[in-house]
């Protein structure tokens, strides 16, 4: 991914992060899954594990536009 992408609202340099979870007093980074939201008793939701890709977010410093990104890397794929 490109690291200097502009805001395409007031074209400021955007700076990377993530937007994180709270899950069970820790955080963990949102991932992306394919298909419709499937409520599950066990889990909350239904998802593949396999098929998620963890999700990047650019913040404009200027205007607080977000900028969501998901690029499966080997580094955030779950086996
Ligand atoms: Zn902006």
Redesign the pocket.
């Known amino acids: 991914m490109d690291e200097s992408t502009q ?6 340099q ?1 700076e990377c992060g993530l937007i994180a979870d709270l899950t069970y007093g820790s955080y963990a980074q949102q991932h992306w899954y394919p298909g419709v939201p499937t409520p599950s008793i066990w889990t909350g939701l239904e998802v593949k594990r396999e098929q998620a890709v963890a999700v990047t977010t650019r913040r ?6 977000l900028e969501s990104y998901a690029i499966p890397t080997e580094l955030t794929k779950y086996k």
């Open positions: 805001c395409i609202r007031c074209h400021t955007m404009c410093p200027q205007c607080g536009y």
